[in-house]
């Protein structure tokens, strides 16, 4: 792994675009939830301080807080938020009509890689989303993006 990471570090000094290269993993923990009442309540307990959640008829950045909800949005149908802990909640709307939420805790330790990356926000008064990806390593093709955690607004 110290011969993969120290080549990387050489390639990057030629092409300086290419974000920083990390060992490290992350612990993920998952809850169902069966109605909005159990997901609010669930979200809230996490204390999100950042991120974006996207509803049938309405999409908002947050900042700060959960927001107080509004009857008018519909239903939620999927969200990124970063916790008072600094972990990753993917929230995902499945078939049934309930709620996967996922959390993702870093890990400064692991036989994985991550980095970090920036993306344009749909408003640009947000700033820009950054996210840290995990890599691990797959005997045939090397290593493989694992999965992306939204880690907050710059």
């Given amino acids: 792994m110290t011969?993969?990471?120290?080549?990387?570090?050489?390639?990057?000094?030629?092409?300086?675009?290419?974000?920083?290269?990390?060992?490290?993993?992350?612990?993920?923990?998952q809850q169902t939830?069966?109605?909005?009442?159990?997901?609010?309540?669930?979200?809230?307990?996490?204390?999100?301080?950042?991120?974006?959640?996207?509803?049938?008829?309405y999409q908002l950045a947050m900042h700060g807080e959960l927001p107080v909800r509004d009857p008018r949005w519909g239903m939620l149908l999927a969200g990124e938020l970063v916790d008072a802990e600094g972990c990753s909640i993917a929230i995902a709307l499945?078939?049934?009509?309930?709620?996967?939420?996922?959390?993702?805790?870093?890990?400064?330790?692991g036989d994985d890689l991550w980095d970090e990356v920036r993306h344009l926000a749909h408003d640009p008064k947000t700033g820009t989303l950054r996210y840290r990806r995990y890599w691990r390593h797959d005997a045939?093709?090397?290593?493989?993006?694992?999965?992306?955690?939204?880690?907050?607004?710059?």
């Avoid at 045939?140 to 710059?154: L, M, R, Y």
């Fill in 140 to 154: 045939e093709a090397g290593f493989v993006q694992d999965h992306g955690c939204f880690i907050g607004f710059e």
């Fill in 33 to 57: 939830c069966t109605s909005e009442a159990q997901l609010w309540a669930h979200l809230a307990e996490h204390a999100p301080r950042q991120g974006w959640l996207q509803f049938q008829s």
């Fill in 94 to 109: 499945d078939a049934d009509g309930a709620w996967l939420v996922s959390r993702f805790e870093h890990q400064a330790t």
């Fill in 3 to 29: 011969n993969l990471i120290e080549s990387y570090r050489k390639l990057r000094t030629r092409i300086p675009e290419l974000p920083e290269m990390h060992t490290g993993s992350y612990t993920m923990t």
